[in-house]
């Protein structure tokens, strides 16, 4: 495990007039991965002050400084994110969005305002979480574990030695998407939503309900963090499952994967949504201060979260703003990640608003409590 200060530390840009994340400093992130959609199709962006600027500078302006960024093996096979007939194409054209090029694209802009990088693959063609976790549609056909490892290692490697290529090299990469279950476990799905979740090949499923389920998981883990680690020791590592209020769940996992597959990677993240009966952000602490007295070595991070109580909705009740703090005040946390800022759901609000069908206008009630922790802890 990378646990000294040693393994996130870099200098700040030398030049006053140029801001730069510096590893090391308390990450205020967010995942604002359907920007880039948002932007192509013609979408205008304006902060709080009613002033028109992009996204890269609303966060910074409201003290974020880290940005997480989606990817998909190959969104754009049958039913994949960006399929054809599907959602995504429908609404922003047949552009291979959270693809590979897209994600080189987009990431270069945030490297160049500045921010940190963190890379969530999803090791699927469409969003992988608890329910569903479908083999890419490239990887379909194969049956021996040991080669779908080395897929995920070889389209690893690719992925991010790409990104290094374009001047865009992650700070931190994540391998697999909410995989409390194990990741790549089901065969590839049929419809644009990823419904039909028939079980995989029992040789190559990584469901973590058998014990050759577990170590198929661990085996993709330790592929994928192997990819990331030979392209560059520099990029910090992290898995990331849900359900933190499950600490007996939470603890099997890492037994099973640190402790009795022996996986090694520098960072365990959280999704943390209160309007999924998740918990609240004390009890994130808590466990997280608990966590790291068994796996000194790691650090953790919320790596989404939006602080709704239920669909569509937030009480604004200092819930973000008590997330962020829960989280400053851990010493074995890293920070947290906002989950789409102009996007609501179960999961709870928007912080933006829609003026018609092409403005995005930034709530200033919603932002009020990042200005406020970061004007206290000195983001700004």
């Not at 967010?30 to 500078?57: C, H, M, P, V, W």
């Not at 170590?215 to 030979?230: E, W």
């Amino acid at each position: 495990m990378l646990s000294s200060a040693e393994n996130f530390s870099s200098a700040l840009e030398s030049s006053s007039s140029f801001w730069k994340y510096s590893n090391g400093e308390y990450i205020l992130g967010a995942d604002i991965s359907r920007f880039q959609e948002y932007e192509a199709a013609g979408y205008t962006l304006y902060d709080t002050d009613g002033k028109e600027k992009s996204i890269f500078e609303i966060l910074r302006n409201h003290g974020f400084n880290y940005i997480r960024l989606k990817t998909f093996v190959a969104p754009q096979s049958p039913y994949g994110y960006a399929a054809s007939g599907c959602d995504v194409a429908n609404a922003y054209g047949n552009f291979p969005f959270a693809g590979k090029d897209s994600l080189i694209s987009y990431a270069k802009r945030v490297k160049d305002a500045g921010f940190g990088l963190l890379v969530d693959i999803h090791y699927s063609d469409n969003w992988a979480d608890p329910g569903k976790q479908h083999v890419p549609y490239p990887w379909r056909n194969i049956t021996d574990v040991d080669e779908m490892a080395d897929s995920v290692y070889a389209y690893t490697y690719d992925l991010i030695s790409s990104l290094q290529a374009a001047g865009a090299l992650p700070d931190m990469v994540q391998v697999g998407n909410e995989i409390t279950n194990g990741m790549i476990r089901h065969a590839p799905s049929t419809d644009c939503w990823g419904s039909d979740t028939a079980a995989l090949n029992l040789s190559v499923n990584g469901g973590m309900g058998s014990a050759q389920g577990v170590q198929n998981t661990a085996k993709y883990l330790k592929s994928g963090f192997a990819a990331v680690k030979a392209v560059s020791n520099s990029i910090v590592t992290m898995a990331h499952i849900e359900s933190p209020q499950n600490t007996a769940t939470v603890e099997w996992w890492l037994k099973s994967i640190v402790q009795n597959q022996g996986v090694n990677f520098d960072v365990m993240g959280f999704s943390a949504y209160k309007s999924y009966s998740h918990g609240n952000p004390s009890g994130w602490k808590t466990l997280i201060q608990n966590l790291s007295k068994t796996y000194s070595g790691m650090k953790f991070v919320i790596a989404e979260y939006n602080g709704g109580n239920s669909d569509g909705s937030y009480n604004y009740d200092d819930a973000r703003y008590e997330t962020l703090d829960a989280m400053k005040s851990t010493s074995a946390s890293l920070g947290a990640f906002f989950w789409e800022p102009a996007s609501g759901g179960a999961w709870g609000e928007s912080m933006f608003t829609w003026n018609g069908k092409s403005q995005l206008v930034a709530s200033e009630k919603d932002f009020e409590e990042f200005d406020r922790f970061a004007s206290e802890w000195g983001l700004l």
